[in-house]
C-alpha cells in the first residue's frame, strides 16, 4: 500500500483534531479562569485543595469507567458487536459502576480531607455525588466519537467546561467562598452536560435503554480493563506527583505546582487531540494502512508540541505573575521544566494509543508503568531537596523514560524498519504551519467571488 493514502486520510482527521485541540484549548482557558477565581478567592491553601481533590474526582471516576468508551470503539471497528448493542450493554452496567465510583471517592475523600468539621463532611459528600456525574458524561462521550462525531464530542468537552467555570464562579463569589462550593458548582456542570449528551445521542439514532448483555460485556471488560488499567497510570504519571507536593511540602505548594500542571499542559492539546480523532480511523482501518497512518500522526504529534513547546516557554514567566499574581511566582521554574515534559508525554500517548487502537494496551501500560515508577521514586528523593523544580524533574525523567520504551517498541504500531520515521521532519512542522492557510483558503475564496460585481 502506498503512502500517499493515509496522507490524505491524516488531512482530513486533522479538522477533527483542530476541532478536538480547539476545545481542550478554551477548555484550557476556561480552566485557567477557574484557577485565577479560585486562587484569588481560596488562596494558595485552598486553590491545592481544590485541585488535589478534583484530580481525585478524575482519577477515580476514569478508573470505574473500566475503559468501555474505547473498548466499544475498538470492538465495534473489529466487527465483533454493533454500536447499538455495545451502548445497549453499556448502559446497563454504569449504575453499579456509578455507584463504585461514589464510595471509593467518599472513601479516599474521607482519608485525605476529613477533620472532624461540619466543612470537611460537606466537601466529602460533594465530591462523592460528584464522581458518577462525571462517570456517565465520560463514558456517553465515548458513543459519539464511535459515530465519528468528533465535533459533537468536541463541543460537549467545550460546554462542560464552560458550565464548569460558571458554576464555580457563580458559587464562589456569591454562594460560598469555599472549596465545597467551588465542586458543587462543577457537579451541577456535570448533570447538566449528562443531559446534552444523552440529547445528543438519541438525535443520532441510538436509544438511551440498558439491556445486559453477557456475550458483549465479557469482551467489553477484557479490553476495556486492560486499557482502561493503563489511563490511570497515565493519568497517575500526570498528576500524581501533584498529591506528592501535597504531602512533602504543603497546600500552599500544591497550589502553585497546580498552576504549573496547567500552563504546562497546554503543550499536549494538539497532539491528544490528534490521538482522540485519530483512534476510531485507526480502529476501523486495515492493519497495513493503521500502521502507516500511526507513524505519520506520531511525526504531526510530535512536531505540534515541539512548536506548543516554545511559544509556552516565552510566555510564561508573563502568564504566571498577571493572571495569578506574585504568590504564584515559584511555580515559573517547574513549568519550564514540565513543557520539556510534556514533549516526551505526546510521543509516548499517541504511539502507545495507536497500539491501542488496534487491541493491543500493551505498549500504554508498559510506557505509562516506567513513566509512573520513575517518576514516583524520584519525587521522594528530590521534592524534600528541591522543592517544586524537583516535582518537575521528576516527571521530566518519567517521560523520558516511557516515550523510550515506546521507542523501543515501535515496531507493534508502525510499519517494520521505519528506523527513527516516527520523529518529525522538516516538512512535518511546514505542514503544521501551512494548517491554518489550508482551512482558512476556502472562507477567504468564497468572499473573494462574493465582492466580485
Not at 397 to 415: H, N, R, Y
Request: charged share 10%.
Amino acid at each position: 500500500m502506498s503512502e500517499k493514502r493515509p496522507l490524505v486520510v491524516t488531512r482530513s482527521l486533522l479538522r477533527g483534531s483542530i476541532a478536538r485541540a480547539s476545545a481542550d484549548s478554551l477548555s484550557m482557558v476556561l480552566g485557567a479562569v477557574s484557577g485565577i477565581v479560585s486562587a484569588r478567592m481560596l488562596g494558595p491553601s485552598g486553590k491545592g485543595t481544590l485541585a488535589s481533590l478534583s484530580f481525585l474526582i478524575a482519577a477515580l471516576a476514569q478508573l470505574c469507567s473500566v475503559g468501555l468508551g474505547d473498548a466499544a470503539i475498538v470492538l465495534v471497528g473489529k466487527g465483533v458487536s454493533s454500536l447499538e448493542r455495545a451502548l445497549s450493554a453499556t448502559v446497563a452496567i454504569l449504575p453499579v459502576l456509578a455507584i463504585t465510583a461514589c464510595c471509593l471517592t467518599l472513601s479516599a475523600a474521607a482519608l485525605q480531607f476529613y477533620d472532624g468539621s461540619g466543612r470537611s463532611r460537606t466537601l466529602i459528600l460533594v465530591a462523592g455525588v460528584s464522581a458518577p456525574l462525571s462517570l456517565f458524561v465520560s463514558v456517553l462521550t465515548y458513543f459519539l466519537k464511535a459515530q465519528n462525531r468528533i465535533g459533537a464530542a468536541s463541543a460537549v468537552l467545550l460546554l462542560n467546561s464552560a458550565l464548569s467555570t460558571i458554576g464555580l464562579t457563580f458559587f464562589l463569589a456569591l454562594i460560598s467562598r469555599s472549596v465545597a462550593g467551588g465542586l458543587l458548582g462543577s457537579a451541577l456542570a456535570s448533570a447538566l452536560t449528562l443531559v446534552i449528551v444523552i440529547s445528543l445521542l438519541t438525535r443520532g439514532g441510538l436509544r438511551i435503554s440498558g439491556s445486559f448483555d453477557r456475550t458483549y460485556i465479557r469482551p467489553a471488560l477484557r479490553v476495556g480493563g486492560a486499557m482502561q488499567f493503563s489511563y490511570v497510570l497515565t493519568n497517575l504519571a500526570a498528576r500524581l506527583d501533584l498529591l506528592f507536593v501535597l504531602a512533602l511540602l504543603g497546600a500552599d505548594a500544591a497550589g502553585q505546582y497546580s498552576v504549573a500542571l496547567t500552563l504546562a499542559g497546554l503543550v499536549v492539546l494538539l497532539p491528544f487531540g490528534i490521538s482522540y480523532s485519530s483512534f476510531p480511523r485507526l480502529a476501523y482501518s486495515s492493519d497495513g494502512e493503521a500502521r502507516i497512518l500511526a507513524a505519520r500522526i506520531c511525526r504531526l504529534a510530535v512536531a505540534a508540541s515541539l512548536l506548543s513547546a516554545v511559544v509556552i516557554a516565552i510566555l510564561t514567566p508573563t502568564a504566571i505573575y498577571g493572571l495569578f499574581g506574585s504568590s504564584y511566582s515559584p511555580a515559573i521554574a517547574p513549568t519550564l521544566i514540565l513543557i520539556a515534559a510534556g514533549v516526551g508525554t505526546s510521543f509516548q500517548w499517541v504511539l502507545a494509543r495507536a497500539a491501542a487502537s488496534r487491541g493491543d494496551t500493551r505498549l500504554l501500560v508498559r510506557s505509562f508503568a516506567g513513566s509512573l515508577v520513575v517518576m514516583s521514586v524520584l519525587d521522594f528523593l528530590l521534592i524534600p531537596h528541591f522543592d517544586l523544580v524537583g516535582a518537575a524533574v521528576s516527571a521530566l525523567c518519567g517521560s523520558l523514560v516511557g516515550a523510550g520504551i515506546c521507542l523501543w517498541f515501535k515496531s507493534s504500531v508502525v510499519p517494520k524498519g521505519l528506523g527513527l520515521g516516527v520523529f518529525p521532519r522538516t516538512a512535518d512542522f511546514w505542514y503544521l504551519l501551512a494548517l491554518p492557510f489550508h482551512f482558512l483558503q476556502p472562507l477567504l475564496r468564497e468572499k473573494h467571488f462574493r465582492s466580485q460585481p
